[in-house]
C-alpha cells in the first residue's frame, strides 16, 4: 500500500528558503519517477518538479532556477529544496508518482503546506 508522508512547509517572507520532505513507503523511490506538485487555493493542482528514475529532472517555468527536487535512495525520500520563494508559490505540496498519468491518480497524501508572506 502507497503512502507518502509530506513535510516542512510553514510560513516564509519572500525571498526565503525551504526545504520539503516526502517520505514514501510502498513503492520505492529509486526505481521510478517522482515528482513534486502544489495545488494553490482556487486553482488546479500542478507539477512543480520531477526526478526519473535515471535522476534527470524536469522543472516547471514558474519555478526553473529556484528550485531542485532530489532524492534519498537509502531513505527512500524525495525532497524538494526551494529559494527565493515568491507570493505565488504559496501552495499545498505533495509528492506523487511522477508520470504523464498524474491527474487520474487516485492517492495522494495530506501534503504541505507553503505559505510566503511578508
Known amino acids: 500500500q502507497v503512502q507518502l508522508v509530506e513535510s516542512g512547509g510553514g510560513l516564509v517572507q519572500p525571498g526565503g528558503s525551504l526545504r520539503l520532505s516526502c517520505e514514501a513507503s510502498?513503492?520505492?523511490?529509486?526505481?521510478?519517477?517522482m515528482g513534486w506538485y502544489r495545488q494553490a487555493r482556487g486553482k488546479q493542482r500542478e507539477l512543480v518538479a520531477r526526478?526519473?528514475?535515471?535522476?534527470?529532472?524536469n522543472y516547471a517555468d514558474s519555478v526553473s532556477g529556484r528550485v531542485t527536487i532530489s532524492r534519498d535512495d537509502a531513505k527512500n525520500m524525495v525532497y524538494l529544496q526551494m529559494h527565493s520563494l515568491k507570493p505565488g508559490d504559496t501552495a499545498v505540496y505533495y509528492c506523487?508518482?511522477?508520470?504523464?498519468?498524474?491527474?487520474?491518480?487516485?492517492?495522494w497524501g495530506q501534503g504541505t503546506r507553503v505559505a510566503v508572506s511578508s
Open positions: 526526478i526519473a528514475s535515471g535522476g534527470s529532472t
Open positions: 506523487n508518482k511522477g508520470y504523464a498519468s498524474w491527474a487520474k491518480y487516485d492517492y
Open positions: 510502498g513503492i520505492i523511490v529509486s526505481v521510478i519517477a
